[in-house]
């Protein structure tokens, strides 16, 4: 708690004669953040209430002035928003040298917004087409549907997006008076962040806001409602799987029962020893479920969550009764109740760190709460819950009396329990002339198409003085004005960039899908780069790489490659050096492009719902015309070295993290899936490492193992986060884990639930039509192709305890590692 407080300590919180509340924290590194917290959210839109005004003004503050924007990104700042049901924030990271500017901008875009009518219409479009794409996600939609039915009159049950029949009411003069309103001095938090001193800030700030003008600000009465009885709501949607979202009226973040109504939650659902877990998901009965205590400014609501296959819906509803009678009978785990309260102050403790973490959550605190301690108040009652408080708020507030269910359920027709062939897993592929390999899974689970687009590259084609290329390469080819057009098409676009490849994801509404793959065609065929995009980039990934300087796990995995890979591609990081970055010449780029970005090294998967013929016959036509190169490219394979290297890194941070790596063989053996097996072993709760070094002696915040692959050679890694004090003590019991692994001490349950838990992953990924379009694309760019994504499971399944033994005794000696410890040493 003393480092809590110490925190706070140095904060300092002062208001300007106009009303403006100023919250500075100093803060080292080269990065400054600034968070503006003003407090209107979608549950004080009054007369506008359902229409999404205040949503939609987040959006027009910064598009009404596009030239202040690019300037932004000119100053190497990187800046984002959202609205909630009572707040709205904006924050940014900018260099410390150019702080001042940006926060110049920041206020002139929030409080003096010029929004021409055509730039109003225009982003009311976009609004529109963003609430049609969240109803077609089906968690987004339950969620949407829960909340409204949730509440009997109070603004919470009306969406923060709104609705589009009432966005499409709103004028630009609603928009001027909505703001007016609420967008004044007085209503607003600025929190700086970042290494500089109070006095100046405080200076600037006064200077840059002397015009803005105290408003009044009238708040609309929230009705305080009593929900006495049960409410159900069904509704069919065109999927295969059931999504429910179950809550129980809850409390503001203001009440006594705050801290118990936390834990409960947490106790009910965080981890893989949870009551949800092993009750729900590890029994087969649900992909996911999870508890969540919402409290906003005032009257939230416990949500449970689940998503299951349709056949197991029924039981799923006896056993959850049960579940929720027999939890406020049963004693708790008092060991479990220790280990969430360490959880919490980790992530209080983590919360501190990153300068513009650190910027909104002091501009939120003290903008919800006035004070920006309340964190350190929250967390001392936290650490004095006991388990008959956790007990009291269950029985409280769990009441199936008054419960609100409401249910995504498939449609009639297509009511089928759900099953490979079901979850319409099988694809076509398609190789053009050219060397372009096609995937095409046409399946009807939600109304979003997802688009893969991937080569080989990343860190693997890089080398010392490229490095960091293929990040900077597809950033910059994602202008302001792409993401534009791809929004405007009620989709996204998302680059790709790792150990092994770079490209493009998209989604996109279905009935948008040959407008958004004429864009990606256009992109990847004729791609052209602006030399200001290139160099807002190579700032923006400079500014990136000094505040990962501090970061404990990038330093101890950076430091970690270079000693394990040798001459191997992996012994970089996928965001580069500085040096490198800074040497990156938008030349470079194009020479890179032009040897990699070529359809023989490319592979495009669509998954979705569209008429698998056309597709065939557009993508043909839209490509066909791209030509193949030859690739030149030589990698050779990368040997464990012949004893223990040891290295270590101070940096300026109160713990330490130990990783201890192998060099193990390619994706494109039999080892990989033995590698996925022995990692899991140590990861997450219940885990070998949790159960031997956090429960048994205390000495970690998280742990677990990974791993990095590709086609020439990999690597698995183990890793724990301590403190200095049990830093040695954690090294030995890492290597006595692994000898005990090696020695073969370790249960037949223990390497069963590994494999559930794999496959149950590898089930989640088949879902998501983004992440299994991902999986296809890459088994068929670095793998032995699509179809042997489908193999996974039974791979898993057939790994023998005597192959896993045989694994770890020819890849895991301890005496052939590297290991290093990097924080406060």
């Known amino acids: 708690m003393h480092r809590m407080e110490d925190f ?61 924007e690019e300037r932004l990104r000119q100053l190497g ?27 110049e901008i920041f206020v002139s875009a929030l409080f003096n917004p010029q929004v021409p009518q ?41 969406p923060v997006i709104g609705h589009s029949y009432l966005i499409k009411k709103l004028t630009l003069q609603d928009f001027e008076n909505f703001h007016s309103q609420y967008y004044t001095p007085n209503n607003c938090v600025i929190s700086i962040v970042g290494d500089l001193e109070f006095s100046k800030v ?117 056993e959850f009764k049960k579940f929720l009678i027999n939890f406020k009978t049963e004693s708790l785990n008092t060991h479990r109740i220790q280990r969430l309260k360490m959880r919490l102050m980790y992530e209080m403790l983590k919360s501190q760190e990153g300068v513009l973490r650190i910027a909104q959550n002091l501009a939120r605190d003290q903008g919800i709460t006035s004070d920006f301690r309340f964190p350190l108040f929250y967390l001392k ?22 419960a609100c269910w409401v249910e995504l359920v498939p449609e009639k027709e297509k009511k089928t329990a759900l099953s490979p062939a079901s979850l319409e897993l099988d694809f076509d592929t398609l190789t053009l002339d050219n060397g372009l390999r096609l995937i095409l899974c046409n399946r009807r689970l939600t109304g979003v198409v997802s688009i893969i687009a991937v080569f080989e590259g990343g860190v693997r084609f890089e080398n010392n003085k490229n490095n960091g290329i293929s990040q900077i390469l597809v950033k910059s080819l994602i202008t302001p004005d792409i993401q534009r057009e791809f929004e405007q098409l009620g989709g996204k676009i998302s680059p790709i960039s790792g150990n092994n490849t770079m490209g493009f994801e998209v989604e996109v509404v279905g009935r948008n899908l040959k407008p958004a793959l004429n864009l990606l065609a256009n992109l990847l065929i004729n791609p052209e780069f602006n030399f200001q995009e290139f160099e807002v980039q190579k700032n923006v990934q400079l500014g990136k790489l000094h505040d990962l300087e501090i970061d404990l796990f990038y330093q101890a995995s950076k430091l970690l490659r270079a000693n394990l890979f040798g001459e191997h591609p992996y ?24 040897r990699y970005f070529v359809p023989n090294n490319c592979v495009i998967s669509i998954v979705g719902e569209f008429d698998a013929s056309k597709l065939s016959k557009d993508i043909k036509k839209l490509f066909e015309n791209w030509k193949k190169k030859k690739l030149d490219v030589s990698i050779s394979e990368a040997n464990p070295p012949s004893e223990v290297i040891f290295r270590e890194k101070k940096i300026p941070q109160r713990e330490v993290v130990l990783e201890v790596g192998f060099i193990i063989p390619g994706l494109n053996t039999p080892d990989r899936y033995t590698a996925d097996v022995v990692q899991t072993l140590v990861s997450g709760q219940g885990s070998l490492f949790f159960n031997k070094i956090r429960r048994a002696i205390g000495a970690a915040y998280t742990l677990g193992g990974g791993v990095i692959i590709g086609p020439e050679c990999g690597a698995l890694v183990f890793y724990v986060a301590t403190t200095p004090e049990n830093k040695h003590q954690v090294r030995e019991k890492v290597v006595e884990i692994i000898n005990q692994l090696r020695t073969g001490d370790i249960q037949d349950e223990e390497i069963a639930d590994a494999k559930k838990l794999l496959i149950t992953r590898y089930n989640k990924e088949l879902i998501e039509n983004i992440s299994y379009g991902f999986h296809l694309a890459l088994e068929e760019l670095l793998g032995k192709g ?40």
């Open 786 to 825: 699509a179809q042997n994504y489908h193999e996974y499971p039974s791979r898993i399944k057939k790994i023998t305890r005597e192959q896993l033994l045989d694994f770890v005794n020819k890849y895991l000696d301890p005496s052939r590692c590297v290991m290093v410890e990097v924080g406060n040493i």
């Open 381 to 402: 009652k936290f650490l004095e819950l006991k388990s008959s408080d956790i007990k009291k708020v269950a029985i409280r507030y769990l009441n199936p009396e008054i």
């Open 571 to 594: 012994h970089n990081t996928v965001e580069g050096s500085p040096q490198s970055i800074n040497n990156l010449r938008i030349n470079d780029i194009r020479d890179f492009v032009g």
């Open 77 to 103: 700042a990187n800046s984002n928003a959202y609205t909630t049901f009572d707040h709205t924030l904006y924050f940014l990271e900018v260099p410390k040298q150019n702080w001042k500017q940006a926060l």
């Open 202 to 318: 405080y200076k600037e700030i006064a200077e840059i806001t002397a015009k803005l003008k105290p408003g009044f600000i009238f708040k609309n009465p929230y009705p305080y409602e009593e929900r006495n009885f049960p409410v159900f709501y069904s509704q069919e949607y065109p999927g295969k799987l059931v999504y429910v979202f179950i809550s129980f009226p809850g409390i503001s973040v203001f009440d006594d029962d705050l801290q118990a109504l936390d834990m409960l939650c947490d106790y009910l659902s965080q981890g893989k020893d949870s009551p949800l877990y092993q009750r729900f998901v590890k029994t087969g009965l649900c992909y996911t479920i999870s508890c969540t205590n919402y409290t906003p400014f005032l009257q939230g609501q416990v949500v449970f969550f689940a998503v299951m296959e349709t056949k197991n819906y029924s039981k799923f509803k006896e």
């Open 8 to 68: 706070y300590k140095r904060v300092i919180s002062q208001k300007l004669s106009n009303g403006l509340n100023v919250v500075f924290k100093h803060y080292p590194g080269d990065i400054v953040g600034i968070a503006i917290f003003i407090k209107v959210g979608s549950g004080d839109e009054g007369k506008y209430l359902g229409s999404g005004i205040a949503h939609l003004t987040e959006h027009l503050t910064f598009e009404g002035r596009k030239e202040l």
């Open 118 to 158: 055509e730039v109003f219409e225009r982003e009311r479009e976009v609004v529109l087409k963003e609430e049609k794409f969240r109803d077609d996600d089906p968690s987004s939609l339950v969620f949407k549907l829960g909340f409204e039915n949730s509440y009997i009159s109070h603004p919470y049950k009306q």
